[in-house]
């Protein structure tokens, strides 16, 4: 039925795994639109009592598509408009984590292998994240010339405070899950081994769990933390309308194209 998510409900638990192996499940357009639709069915699903991201092959998600972006970034240098403008695709991205806020039961991330970017802003609206110590992460946004987005600017930077934030904003380092959960980025990393088990032993307690008391918690935590999320998305989509048509930009997504060093000169 679905080309880039998988389902299935196990034991009261509604899974959903992102199926783009080939991109690493990077972020798309099509992903979003079925990721958006899958997420609404399961919301409503009686049986499912706790819901889980994953990715398909070991990998979480690698954040934006930067096949996409090279679409884009070739139309506005021949001067002519692109397929869809940033501020519509930002707002089908923005939608996904804002309604994993919305719905009234726990999500959970279930983090493998490499999480960037707007993959990091889906594990961070999840209500647990957890992931294998050695999950190489990363803000990756200034590495290809843009701006935090789908929420990132505040689910990170009300996790770490804003002089670390800045820091791996700016910097786009990479870190690991062990370094992320430290910072309380995430809630917890294990060892590969015992991924799995520790896992899956958060999802049957949740699943067995008092699910209407998660549902108070959840939008408590939501009126005292994200009251304006969805503003603050409204400024990063501005920010991304923007730099999507600069010329660092441009130059970020051929070098990643082209494996070579990008040459920022600040236009």
């Known amino acids: 039925m679905y080309q880039y998510v998988k389902t299935y409900i196990e034991n ?19 992903m979003a639109a079925e990721l958006s639709e899958v997420l609404e069915q399961f919301r409503f699903d009686p049986q499912i009592r706790v819901i889980v991201l994953r990715g398909e092959g070991g990998r979480f998600c690698a954040g934006g598509d930067i096949t996409s972006m090279k679409k884009r970034v070739d139309c506005y240098a021949a001067g002519i408009p692109a397929p869809t403008q940033t501020k519509t695709n930002m707002a089908n991205f923005n939608h996904l984590v804002l309604y994993i806020r919305q719905i009234e039961k726990p999500v959970v991330a279930w983090i493998e292998g490499a999480c960037a970017g707007g993959g990091m802003s889906l594990a961070m609206a999840c209500d647990f994240a957890i992931a294998e110590e050695n999950t190489k992460m990363s803000f990756a946004f200034s590495s290809i010339g843009l701006a935090p987005d789908m929420g990132s600017s505040v689910l990170l930077t009300r996790r770490v405070g804003p002089a670390r934030a800045a820091d791996l904003f700016m910097t786009g380092r990479r870190f690991t899950g062990k370094e992320a959960a430290d910072m309380g980025i995430i809630t917890r990393a294990v060892p590969a081994e015992e991924l799995e088990e520790n896992v899956k032993k958060q999802i049957t307690a949740l699943a067995n769990g008092p699910t209407l008391s998660y549902a108070e918690i959840k939008g408590g935590i939501n009126r005292i933390m994200y009251p304006d999320l969805h503003q603050c998305m409204s400024l990063e989509a501005d920010y991304a309308d923007r730099l999507t048509h600069s010329a660092d930009h441009a130059e970020a997504v051929n070098a990643f194209l082209e494996k070579r060093k990008p040459v920022f000169q600040g236009k």
């Open 12 to 30: 009261g638990a509604g899974y959903i795994i992102l199926n783009d192996p080939k991109k690493l499940n990077a972020l798309s357009q099509p």
